[in-house]
C-alpha cells in the first residue's frame, strides 16, 4: 500500500530541476516503466482514513450532520462500534459511490477516474455537484482541474465559510488520479530516461 501511495506522489512532485537534470544524463539510461496495475481502490480508501478519521463515538461534523466511523452518515451509525466495522462501512460506502458516479457519467469513466470522482461525491454529496460546471466539464470530456480545485471550502453549521487544507490535499490527489493517464503520458514524455547511475 505505501509503496503504491509512494508511486503516485513521486509522479505527482516530480520537480523541474530533475527532469532537467534527467534529460542532460543520457549515458547508461532506461526508459521509465509505466505501470498499470495499480489499486485506486486502496489509494482513496486511504487517502478518505486520513481525511476524515477515525471517531467510534457520534460526533457532528463541520457541515452539521450527525456522523460516525470514518465520516459515515446515515441510518447505520449505531451499528459501528469498532475499526473493523467503520472499515467495512467506509468500503461499502466507497463502493456505493463508485456504482452512483458510474451511473451519473452513463458508465464511460475508466477505474481511476470513478474512484477519483467517488472519493469527490462522498464528500460534497450529488446534490451540490449535480448540474455543476465540474459535471459539464467531465461530461464533455474537458479538464475539470479549474472547477474541481474550487471545492477545498466548507461551511461552518453556524454559516462560517473556511478553506481547508486537509481538503485541498485530498482535491489535488483526486484530480491527479482521475487525470493519470495523462499525467503518465505527460511524465514519460518530459522524463524520458532515467539515470541508472
Known amino acids: ?79 459501528i462500534k469498532t475499526k473493523q466495522d467503520a472499515d467495512v462501512q467506509l468500503e461499502y460506502d466507497l463502493d456505493r459511490y463508485v456504482q452512483k458516479v458510474n451511473k451519473i457519467y452513463d458508465y464511460k469513466l475508466s477505474s481511476n477516474q470513478s474512484y477519483a470522482l467517488a472519493s469527490l461525491y462522498m464528500n460534497l454529496k450529488h446534490s451540490k455537484l449535480k448540474g455543476s460546471d465540474l459535471e459539464r466539464c467531465i461530461k464533455q470530456g474537458k479538464n475539470p482541474y479549474k472547477y474541481w480545485i474550487k471545492y477545498v471550502k466548507y461551511t461552518t453549521p453556524n454559516g462560517v465559510v473556511k478553506t481547508s487544507t486537509n481538503l485541498k490535499r485530498s482535491r489535488e490527489l483526486e484530480i491527479y488520479l482521475f487525470n493519470i493517464n495523462k499525467n503518465l503520458q505527460n511524465e514519460q514524455r518530459h522524463l524520458r530516461f532515467i539515470p541508472t547511475r
Open 1 to 79: 500500500m505505501k509503496i503504491i501511495l509512494l508511486f503516485v506522489y513521486l509522479f505527482a512532485c516530480v520537480n523541474v530541476e530533475n527532469k532537467i537534470q534527467a534529460e542532460n544524463k543520457l549515458d547508461r539510461c532506461e526508459p521509465i516503466p509505466i505501470y498499470t496495475n495499480v489499486d485506486y481502490r486502496k489509494i482513496i480508501l486511504h487517502e478518505l482514513k486520513r481525511r476524515e478519521g477515525l471517531r467510534l463515538q457520534k460526533y457532528t461534523c463541520p457541515a452539521g450532520y450527525r456522523t460516525i466511523g470514518y465520516g459515515h452518515v446515515g441510518k447505520t451509525i449505531k451499528s
